[in-house]
């Protein structure tokens, strides 16, 4: 499929890419992830809600822009290996919107500004998915109860979503902050922790009301993990020839080999085709709603994959120092790692786009 973005959006691409190298250029950002506790500078979050990127997902009378955009952005961001929770915190907003009450719609008005971190808390077991688990946590006198596993940047977040039997509940951050314990991640742009729950929250929709939410929720979740795969391939595929045509052997660039043109030739395809996937399952998200799960199933089935192969082979042709610190390629590969296996893991989304065809 060939896909072009029209001119509004290409807009937004370019400024979004000039907005990442000035502010977040990946020096910077792999100090941020690599030191800082939060894992993500407040400073240039707040930054994102005033230039309207957070309302990405929302309405468009809330500001958002729509799926196309949110891809179009989302690449962009993982082209610069960008840190922190900003597809969740998307993600929770897009919840948020849908939820009832006065505290949804007020913390989704101060999170929409970048003045506030909320995240979803789904999972209960020790694997990354949370479709389908048996949800235990339970809401009772107006106290949330239970244990969350995999709660993305939960121990610094100023609220939580959290599926409980009863529905959505919204918890603030308590004053002496959560019972949070930090799990250990491959990947240094990400925060992962156990958050154990006995704090007061507040019902915000109701089961069938939240099957509904959080059905959209995992779309998107699959639908933006997947730009940010295809950014992550992108990067890696320039940083890969530009090597190439840097680094000599035998008195020549080591570009001039076939052998090597080869396996950049098969990134290009994996990167290109995954292109196509991506702003396909957008665009049937925006326009062909029917489509839109079989798509997004298919973009995130395929690019997870296709990011390890173009960020392992990204490694390989950078030949010894691929695999030193001090270079870039470890960065984006251990990217994929978590894209690839959260929001909507490989093996889940072959068999619901397998499903969407029987």
Known sequence: MQFELDEERAMLKNSTRE??????????????????????????????????????LLSEEAGGMGPLAFATVLSEMGRAAFPGPLLDLLLALKALEGCQGDAAASLCDTATRGESLVVLARSETSGPESQGE?????????????????????????????????????????????????????????????????????????????KTILEEVDRLAALGASAILLGLMERMLETTLAYTLEREAFGAPIATFQVLQHRCADMLMQTESTRSAVFRAAWATECDPDQASYLTAVAKAWAGPAGRFVCGEAIQLHGGVGYTWEYDPHIYLKRVNTMQHFYGATRGQLETALQAKL
């Not at 941020?32 to 506790?37: I, K, Q, R, T, W």
């Open 134 to 210: 048996e949800i235990a946590t339970r809401l009772e006198k107006d106290r949330v109860i239970g244990t969350k596993v995999f709660v993305p940047f939960g121990a610094h977040a100023d609220a939580l979503l959290v599926e409980t039997r009863e529905g959505l509940a919204l918890a603030h951050r308590p004053d002496a902050g959560w019972n949070a314990t930090a799990l250990p991640t491959l990947d240094h742009a990400q925060r992962f922790c156990e958050i154990a729950l006995a704090s007061p929250a507040t019902l915000v929709a109701d089961p069938a009301r939240t």
């Open 19 to 56: 907005f990442l190298e000035k502010e977040s250029p990946l020096d910077e950002a792999r100090s941020v992830m690599e030191d800082s506790p939060e894992g993500y500078s407040k400073a240039l979050y707040a930054q994102l809600g005033e230039l309207g990127y957070l309302s990405l």
